[in-house]
């Protein structure tokens, strides 16, 4: 992993953590010297720096580690993940603009994409299945569609995006190809496979303390820059930027998040496996009638399975609480509530939930039914007794 190379930052007085700059603002020695820095002559590179809405020290220690991570020349990190995909798609399309983009998406961004960017900026976009490459090629519009937007594995459906084949397509039609890897850090590496840009929130995986509201942007140098333009930077001037107290606190998670994200996996892998034995109707990409199974497999980095997130479709939204009830309330097997990543496992319903934001068709188009629980498998405690848990609150319903 590039992480094992990655230059290592000291704090102030030798301290083996880094420092936090929690400065808002930065002096200079010489009057010149800010002139230079406004004009861009002295970078946060060379280290000067102008104002923490532009560069911080301590945000851009923590988006370098992520840069590494992902791969990417550069990255800046975001108050939010859905900081980082706003910025960018301001970024990348002017009014008028047009993207296409997966029909299965988090709510959040579907709805930003279907309601917000529309009304507010007069950029449209057509929804894609993006499984059907013919339909993705159509939804094109050679010289109006600028970014092709996708979720490496789908929320909550656990589709899983073709990305060297989706990237091809955009590409030849001079597309960037703007792909969300909440669900997938480590597991898979979006610009190895094509991707332009690669955004996170954060306050998942990467965070895993269900305690930090966080996003990522990482890209080209060139990307990172003009995020940050003085004149048209997205990041800039809307300032959706994050805090260097929060970076410092992410920066000391990424070394585990290997470690985290292999049991996960390993854990979601088994429990889907035993799931099925049982005769749930369970979604998970590790099992072999997955319609994704192959591709996730030829796409994905040795050693990290395949993925942290199960979904078990119970029918109806009533069988799905009622479940949910008891692993919670009776056997402690998981917590009601949205988010994922967390240790311990994190169940809601998706479709009264964090897929709300979409109505009936569009649900339907997802693959969202009413009884689809997304779980997010948790490591606390061991996996035997977490599975009876499981087995126990199944019985009572
Ligand atoms: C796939 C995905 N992308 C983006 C977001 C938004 O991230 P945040 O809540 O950090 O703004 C979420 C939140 O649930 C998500 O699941």
Same mark, same amino acid.
């Given at each position: 992993?590039?992480?094992?190379?990655?230059?290592?930052?000291?704090?102030?007085?030798?301290? #083996?953590?880094?420092?936090?700059?929690? @400065?808002?603002?930065?002096?200079?020695?010489?009057?010149?010297?800010?002139?230079?820095?406004? &004009?861009? /002559?002295?970078?946060?590179?060379?280290?000067?720096? $102008?104002?923490?809405?532009?560069?911080?020290? +301590?945000?851009?220690?923590?988006?370098?580690?992520?840069?590494? %991570?992902?791969?990417?020349?550069?990255?800046?990190?975001?108050? @939010?993940?859905?900081?980082?995909? @706003?910025?960018?798609?301001?970024?990348?399309?002017?009014?008028?603009?047009?993207?296409?983009?997966?029909?299965?998406?988090?709510?959040?961004?579907?709805?930003?994409?279907?309601?917000?960017?529309?009304?507010?900026?007069?950029?449209?976009? +057509?929804?894609?299945?993006?499984?059907?490459?013919?339909?993705?090629?159509?939804?094109?519009? *050679?010289?109006?569609? +600028?970014? %092709?937007?996708? /979720?490496?594995?789908?929320?909550?459906?656990?589709?899983?995006?073709?990305?060297? /084949?989706?990237?091809? $397509?955009?590409?030849?039609?001079?597309?960037?190809?703007?792909?969300?890897?909440?669900?997938?850090?480590?597991?898979?590496?979006?610009?190895?496979?094509?991707?332009? $840009?690669?955004?996170?929130?954060? &306050?998942?995986? $990467?965070?895993?303390?269900?305690?930090?509201?966080?996003?990522?942007?990482?890209?080209?140098?060139?990307?990172?820059?003009?995020?940050?333009? %003085?004149?048209?930077?997205?990041?800039?001037? !809307?300032?959706?930027?994050?805090?260097?107290?929060?970076?410092?606190?992410?920066?000391?998670?990424?070394?585990?998040?290997?470690?985290?994200?292999?049991?996960?996996?390993?854990?979601?892998?088994?429990?889907?496996? =035993?799931?099925?034995?049982?005769?749930?109707?369970?979604?998970?990409?590790?099992?072999? *009638?997955?319609?994704?199974?192959?591709?996730?497999?030829?796409?994905?980095? /040795?050693?990290?399975?395949?993925?942290?997130?199960?979904?078990?479709?119970?029918?109806? *939204?009533?069988?799905?609480?009622?479940?949910?009830?008891?692993?919670?309330?009776?056997?402690?097997?998981?917590?009601?509530?949205?988010?994922?990543?967390?240790?311990?496992?994190?169940?809601?319903?998706?479709?009264?939930?964090?897929?709300?934001?979409?109505?009936?068709?569009?649900?339907?188009?997802?693959? #969202?039914?009413?009884? !689809?629980? =997304?779980?997010?498998?948790?490591?606390?405690?061991?996996?035997?007794?977490?599975? #009876?848990?499981?087995?126990?609150? !199944?019985?009572?319903?």
């Amino acid at each position: 992993m590039a992480l094992a190379t990655a230059r290592h930052e000291f704090g102030e007085h030798g301290g #083996i953590n880094m420092s936090i700059e929690a @400065s808002a603002t930065f002096t200079v020695m010489e009057p010149l010297t800010m002139r230079k820095m406004f &004009t861009g /002559e002295l970078a946060p590179d060379q280290g000067f720096f $102008i104002y923490s809405r532009h560069f911080n020290p +301590t945000v851009l220690n923590l988006s370098r580690q992520i840069a590494t %991570l992902e791969g990417t020349e550069a990255a800046y990190c975001t108050a @939010s993940g859905m900081a980082a995909i @706003s910025t960018v798609l301001m970024q990348l399309c002017s009014s008028g603009g047009h993207v296409v983009a997966s029909c299965c998406l988090y709510g959040g961004t579907h709805a930003l994409l279907n309601h917000f960017l529309p009304r507010v900026c007069n950029i449209t976009t +057509t929804f894609v299945d993006v499984r059907d490459h013919e339909m993705v090629k159509d939804a094109i519009v *050679e010289g109006k569609t +600028t970014v %092709l937007y996708l /979720e490496s594995m789908s929320n909550p459906t656990l589709i899983v995006a073709d990305l060297p /084949e989706l990237c091809r $397509i955009a590409h030849d039609k001079g597309v960037k190809v703007v792909v969300d890897n909440t669900f997938t850090p480590m597991l898979l590496s979006p610009v190895s496979l094509g991707a332009d $840009i690669v955004v996170h929130s954060l &306050t998942k995986y $990467i965070s895993g303390g269900a305690d930090v509201i966080a996003g990522a942007i990482c890209g080209s140098a060139s990307l990172v820059n003009s995020l940050m333009d %003085l004149h048209q930077g997205a990041l800039m001037l !809307l300032g959706p930027t994050m805090n260097a107290k929060v970076a410092f606190e992410l920066s000391e998670r990424i070394p585990h998040l290997s470690l985290r994200m292999k049991e996960h996996c390993r854990r979601a892998m088994v429990y889907a496996t =035993r799931m099925k034995k049982l005769g749930l109707k369970v979604i998970y990409p590790g099992l072999e *009638e997955h319609p994704d199974h192959t591709l996730l497999k030829s796409m994905a980095n /040795e050693n990290y399975g395949f993925g942290g997130i199960l979904c078990l479709d119970m029918e109806t *939204e009533e069988k799905a609480n009622q479940l949910m009830s008891q692993l919670q309330n009776c056997t402690r097997f998981g917590i009601m509530a949205v988010s994922l990543g967390y240790h311990e496992t994190l169940m809601s319903c998706s479709g009264s939930s964090t897929s709300s934001e979409m109505n009936a068709e569009e649900k339907k188009m997802a693959g #969202i039914s009413p009884g !689809l629980i =997304r779980m997010s498998i948790g490591y606390s405690g061991t996996l035997e007794q977490k599975w #009876i848990q499981f087995e126990k609150a !199944l019985a009572r319903v």
